[in-house]
């Protein structure tokens, strides 16, 4: 478990931690599976709080 919460990068992508929120799965997502203004803002302060 504690893998998830090291660091990641793949030489493209660089990650702080592995932990996921996808929309769909939090019930955040708009019809079409995207995120608004509002659900990234929140994503971002509980991103914050690792």
């Known amino acids: 478990m504690s893998c998830l919460l090291t660091e990641f990068n793949n030489g493209k992508i660089q ?3 592995r932990l996921v929120m996808p929309p769909m ?15 990234f803002q929140f ?3 509980q991103s914050k709080r690792l």
């Not at 708009?30 to 995120?35: K, P, V």
Request: proline fraction near 0%; charged fraction near 35%.
């Open 25 to 39: 799965a939090t019930a955040n997502a708009d019809e079409q599976g995207r995120m608004n203004r509002d659900i």
């Open 15 to 17: 990650l702080h931690n």
């Open 43 to 45: 994503n971002r302060k």
